[in-house]
């Protein structure tokens, strides 16, 4: 609250800050265009113009984001009260020779849900840390609020943590810094999501969502043309569903291996050995 308070007592400095960018930006492109002030004015005052029916778009479309995030939260928290009826349902409309292995399916589709979750919690608390650490250092003004809203992005794969870090920069930039604290901003970003690809995902998330990165990127497609952003937020740990019931139906088999990760060479072994002791 208190980085909000700050962010907004320090608005008409960014303001002025952005304006001599904007200032010196005009005069490099008098300079090397040979385009004068008045006509860039302009120019500037046409794509305004054109330009205010996509800002009203685009608040617009944020508002929808926002509400349907909302949503699902909601229908996430109905879900999670009222899992034993539907697990109760699911099992009344199976066969009798069947609710064995049905109930094997919702117990590891409830594990791996909440072990995702707790996974993502975590892994954006460390986000939280690390941005948090790599933004003060560049010198970032407010760079708490900053850092939680790059770790609170990261809950849309691929889209949010870039979205964050280029906001980021923004600030950056508003507040006079030069290329230097871009680049610094740039260096942690790519650090930060070095350690979470390597070290903090597979630990925390990983083991959890098996799902190989091609299958990864067409469920978060599928998923934001069928529900926008919000439908990329469970893409994973719908797939990661999907996939155990595709593992655990026979003629689905195929379907759940190609979704998955290839398994290690080690697996590989042992999976020979035992069928030729089997043999």
């Known amino acids: 609250r208190w980085q909000m308070a700050g962010l907004v007592s320090d608005f008409e400095s960014i303001e002025k800050n952005l304006s001599q960018q904007l200032t010196r930006l005009q005069q490099f492109v008098t300079h090397s265009l040979g385009i004068p ?41 109905l879900l999670l009260f009222m899992r034993k009826q539907i697990a109760i349902f699911i099992l009344k409309l199976v066969p009798q020779h069947h609710k064995a292995k049905t109930q094997t399916i919702i117990n590891e589709s ?59 920069a923004l600030m950056a930039l508003s507040q006079g810094g030069g290329i230097g604290m871009i680049a610094g901003v740039i260096g942690t970003y790519l650090l930060v999501q070095f350690i979470q690809s390597y070290i903090i995902q597979p630990l925390l998330v990983g083991g959890e969502v098996n799902i190989n990165p091609l299958f990864t990127i067409l469920s978060l497609i599928a998923a934001q043309l069928v529900w926008g952003i919000t439908g990329m937020i469970v893409a994973l740990p719908c797939m990661a569903i999907i996939k155990i019931i595709f593992d655990r139906i026979p003629p689905l088999m195929p379907y759940g291996f190609i979704i998955g990760n290839m398994p290690s060479g080690k697996k590989k072994k042992k999976h020979k050995s035992d069928n030729s002791a089997n043999d």
């Open 37 to 77: 002030p008045q006509q860039q004015e302009e120019l500037v005052k046409e794509q305004a113009k054109s330009s205010s029916g996509m800002v009203a778009s685009a608040f617009q479309s944020f508002m929808s984001v926002l509400f349907d995030f909302v949503l699902v939260l909601v229908y996430m928290f």
């Open 110 to 168: 409830c594990h791996v849900t909440q072990q995702y979750l707790s996974g993502l919690s975590l892994m954006i608390a460390c986000l939280w840390v690390m941005y948090g650490i790599g933004f003060s250092i560049v010198g970032i003004k407010h760079a708490i609020f900053f850092a939680i809203l790059c770790g609170l992005l990261e809950i849309i794969p691929f889209v949010g943590n870039i979205t964050g870090t280029t906001l980021t």
